[in-house]
């Protein structure tokens, strides 16, 4: 049904006609393949505005990520957070949330922070581990305070996984590797092909654990 890929990502008008029939073959109701369809546009000038993640948090793409994928699982929108501190605080985790850590620690390294944690037991692991977890604190204490703002800009897979997190809301396990190429070439702003095994791996490592949720909201 999906032909192999041997060239360089299809014209746009082929994959605009290929992915909502795909979406609609998945059993995706009308009205998300509808909020899907037209994401497209506004992920890729949300990514042209954050000057295509490479200055600093993506933030209008973090955002515009979030929205989607609450609309497309029938829930409410976030509110974004913007008074940190609903208290005075009075203990450390007041200020400095392990979750938020945790967050921080699984965007900056793309490791869960259970497998850093355990790192820190091992000798041979220890130092580099340690290490992570003191820049991770205190990142994670500037993004309690200041918000996402404070967070560097992201990592090579970042915004696959924001791409994983909608795809993965319409249609859960239905979609196939190849299919998720078709999808990730006609959704992604990336500019880089992507590839079967890639996103074979990528998605294996994604399920295994559900890595990459923004670090505060
Ligand atoms: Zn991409």
């Given amino acids: 049904m999906v032909p192999r890929r041997t060239s360089p990502p299809?014209?746009?008008r082929t994959s605009s006609a290929i992915v909502p029939w795909m979406l609609k073959a998945k059993g995706v109701p009308k009205g998300k393949v509808k909020l899907l369809v037209d994401s497209?546009?506004?992920?890729?000038?949300?990514?042209?505005?954050?000057?295509?993640?490479t200055k600093g948090f993506p933030l209008n793409t973090s955002y515009l990520f979030l929205d989607l994928e609450s609309q497309l699982m029938g829930r409410k929108p976030r509110k974004i957070r913007s008074i940190p501190y609903p208290k005075v605080p009075t203990r450390l985790s007041?200020?400095?949330?392990?979750e938020v850590v945790q967050r921080v620690h699984e965007y900056l390294y793309e490791q869960p922070f259970e497998d850093a944690l355990a790192e820190v037991h091992s000798a041979d692991t220890a130092n580099a581990s340690l290490e992570r977890l003191k820049?991770?604190?205190?990142?994670?204490?500037?993004?309690?305070?200041?918000?996402?703002?404070?967070?560097?800009a992201p990592r090579g897979?970042?915004?696959?996984?924001?791409?994983?997190?909608?795809?993965?809301?319409?249609?859960?396990?239905?979609?196939?590797?190849s299919e998720m190429?078709?999808?990730?070439?006609?959704?992604?702003?990336?500019?880089i092909e992507h590839n079967r095994e890639a996103i074979k791996k990528f998605r294996w490592r994604h399920s295994r654990r559900q890595i990459g949720k923004p670090p505060v909201g």
């Fill in 181 to 191: 190429v078709e999808l990730f070439d006609h959704f992604c702003p990336c500019g």
């Fill in 40 to 53: 497209k546009e506004q992920i890729r000038l949300a990514w042209e505005r954050d000057s295509q993640g």
């Fill in 10 to 12: 299809r014209a746009d």
């Fill in 135 to 152: 820049n991770t604190i205190e990142t994670a204490l500037e993004v309690r305070h200041f918000g996402d703002e404070a967070l560097p």
């Fill in 94 to 98: 007041d200020i400095l949330p392990e």
């Fill in 157 to 177: 897979n970042w915004l696959h996984r924001q791409l994983l997190g909608i795809i993965t809301a319409v249609a859960p396990e239905k979609v196939t590797d």
